[in-house]
């Protein structure tokens, strides 16, 4: 994501002026840490440390954005363009099929698209893990196959492509029309089938099986 | 030694014994040989030269790189996408880096050292970047901890499978880096912050989210493994390690990270590396509960009456592991294995048990306790507890079974 908004926040000496023991266990620490995570005490040299080392060089908002590729649910980060399923079905098909299959069913490397089998006694889902039954954010799909995706040249799409192709994958899986527009607008308010059913690890250790 | 190795032995004796008779004398030389480079370097002793007196003839001089033995092969076992530590090869707590297990996510990377930059930005005051000589120069770390992918559990039906395929993605080493929370103070970060992205430079671009708390208790930015610098099949030239938790999480290669208020939901912690759990499916599941499996006698071993040492190691993502016990009636009857120290926290942890084995059938188990009270779930306690079976986080008891004939073979609970 793109932080201009970081930039607003004010200066936080907050780190600075504690002794960096409280800084490890105090309450600055997430409420993860307190939850009695066993740990060794690895606080306990810090103290002496100074406030900065002097080491590594501050880096500009450029230099940021070379790297920052990610996007989150919120739409942060996500860059300028657009894409419908229409253009993005043609680039699937020379640039994915091979891999994902026809349609982005049973390729080598798995499906994409949510399917009904031939053999089942009735339309059936898939049990396959699938964009349309099991990615609860669409702003995933973007990310990844723009780092990730194509997997023999990642990193080789444009923005619009990406658009493209997360509009006809999010198409073929039935969690859009096939007019709709994806951009930095409209891609966060998508609503993936498999989002309610997403819940947070809540093993706390102890003698539950969980 | 087991039988299995004395009939290996003689296989290996026999097969040298023609050999020498064919022309002994020219194998006898030091052991010499060229690399592509041209360089004349040390080499393994060939099997042949065991056949020789060791104390009539001078033995190989110093080299720069040691060997292992010609009669030892120790491998992992590699499929498309990750390769497996030999566990029932092993000793003892320390895996040699050389078969440390491997997963990843579009290859191994070449990276430059000395362009190497690890960036540190997002709710920060101050956005910086960290070359490896930095990283290198702040106060260092050391833990000795196990690495385990979160994937890692297979059966077979037939009970043919080794330690190494059933959970030869857990492997430990001694770390040593820069903790993460004196790179955090560095760099000043917001006490808003409460997730981060750690993202490696691999051909995945691999990102996953991180609890900013993990970065202030434990995390470290580790640069070395055993002794040496990261190989780069574990992250060269540096590398997030999360003690106890999920590897997936423990981004190798790592370029970047990104201060958040919220967690990214990067395909890793959505798509992948989240499991079923009844009706839900569960993500962040960041540590690794406890798990102990008896790596002698496992299969392919085949055992003797008499004396066994049952051997095994056990460790738990939640802190020390507390005590191990093991059954020789399948189950029925647990008894107190010894815990060989060091028992450290996050760690394998090396467990002996002796056993007067006299011939019958049966099942030997291990079954650990960590330190919170957790105790190692059967396969079909977890299968219950999850309303599901496989997936992510399944560290069932391994039973192995053992025949009249003293063939051991895989066992689910």
Redesign the interface.
């Known amino acids: 994501?793109t932080?201009g908004f970081?930039l607003k926040?004010p200066?936080?000496?907050?780190?600075?002026a504690l002794p960096?023991a409280v800084?490890?266990s105090g309450p600055?620490?997430?409420?993860?840490?307190r939850q009695?995570?066993?740990?060794?005490p690895?606080?306990q040299?810090?103290l002496r440390?100074p406030r900065?080392?002097g080491?590594?060089?501050?880096?500009s908002?450029e230099?940021?954005r070379k790297?920052?590729?990610?996007?989150?649910?919120?739409g942060l980060g996500l860059p300028p363009g657009s894409g419908q399923a229409a253009e993005g079905k043609l680039l699937y098909a020379r640039k994915c099929a091979v891999c994902h299959g026809e349609g982005g069913v049973g390729g080598p490397s798995g499906s994409l698209v949510t399917s009904t089998t031939a053999t089942a006694p009735s339309p059936q889902r898939r049990t396959e893990?699938t964009?349309g039954t099991?990615?609860?954010?669409a702003?995933?799909v973007f990310?990844?196959i723009r780092?990730?995706m194509p997997?023999n040249e990642?990193?080789s799409l444009s923005n619009q492509e990406v658009y493209q192709l997360t509009a006809y994958l999010l198409h073929a899986n039935g969690v859009i029309g096939e007019q709709t527009v994806m951009d930095a607008e409209s891609l966060p308010r998508v609503v993936m089938p498999?989002r309610e059913?997403?819940?947070?690890?809540d093993?706390q250790?102890?003698?539950?099986?969980? | 030694m087991n039988p299995q190795e004395e009939k290996k032995d003689g296989v290996i004796a026999q097969k040298i014994t023609r050999r020498a008779l064919l022309g002994g004398a020219a194998t006898a030389a030091v052991v010499i040989v060229q690399t592509a480079s041209g360089k004349a370097v040390q080499a393994a002793i060939p099997e042949a030269k065991y056949l020789e007196d060791p104390t009539k003839r001078p033995g190989v001089p110093p080299g720069e790189l040691g060997t292992r033995s010609s009669f030892e092969k120790p491998l992992k076992k590699i499929s498309d996408t990750s390769s497996r530590t030999p566990l029932q090869d092993l000793y003892g707590i320390i895996t040699p880096s050389d078969l440390h297990y491997e997963r990843h996510h579009n290859g191994v990377p070449a990276i430059d050292p000395g362009t190497y930059e690890l960036l540190i930005h997002g709710m920060v005051d101050k956005p910086m970047a960290f070359s490896l000589s930095d990283l290198k120069r702040f106060p260092s770390v050391s833990r000795i901890c196990f690495l385990e992918c979160s994937g890692n559990y297979r059966s077979q039906a037939n009970g043919q499978i080794a330690p190494q395929e059933i959970c030869g993605l857990t492997s430990q080493s001694e770390w040593i880096g820069v903790k993460l929370s004196t790179l955090f103070r560095e760099v000043g970060v917001s006490p808003k912050a409460t997730w981060f992205l750690a993202e490696g430079s691999d051909a995945a671009v691999m990102t996953r989210s991180v609890p900013v708390s993990k970065g202030w208790e434990d995390a470290v930015i580790a640069y070395a493994q055993n002794g040496e610098a990261i190989r780069p099949e574990q992250g060269y030239p540096a590398r997030l390690f999360l003690p106890g938790w999920e590897g997936n999480a423990s981004v190798k290669w790592l370029r970047r990270i990104e201060l958040s208020d919220a967690p990214f939901m990067t395909r890793e912690e959505t798509s992948k590396y989240t499991e079923p759990v009844r009706d839900k499916y569960r993500q962040f599941s960041f540590v690794m509960d406890a798990r102990s499996i008896i790596t002698y006698p496992a299969y392919p071993a085949q055992v003797q009456k008499g004396w066994i040492e049952i051997r095994g190691i056990a460790w738990s993502g939640r802190g020390k592991v507390l005590q191990v016990e093991v059954s020789t009636d399948a189950g029925k009857t647990w008894q107190q294995a010894h815990l060989q120290p060091p028992i450290l926290d996050k760690a394998h942890t090396y467990f002996r048990y002796l056993w007067e084995w006299k011939g019958e059938e049966t099942e030997i188990m291990s079954r650990v306790t960590d330190e919170t009270g957790y105790l190692q779930p059967t396969y079909r306690q977890l299968t219950e507890a999850r309303g599901a079976s496989g997936g992510y986080h399944f560290n069932p008891i391994t039973a192995w079974w053992i025949g009249r004939d003293g063939k051991v073979l895989f066992r689910s609970t």
């Open positions: 994501m932080n970081m926040l200066k936080y000496l907050f780190f600075a960096a800084v490890c600055l620490a997430g409420s993860k840490a009695g995570v066993l740990s060794m690895t606080h040299d810090t440390y900065t080392f080491l590594g060089r501050v880096v908002q230099e940021i790297l920052d590729i990610d996007v989150r649910p919120d893990k964009i099991y990615w609860p954010y702003t995933t990310d990844y780092r990730a997997f990642p990193g498999a059913r997403f819940v947070s690890d093993r250790g102890g003698p539950e099986i969980k």
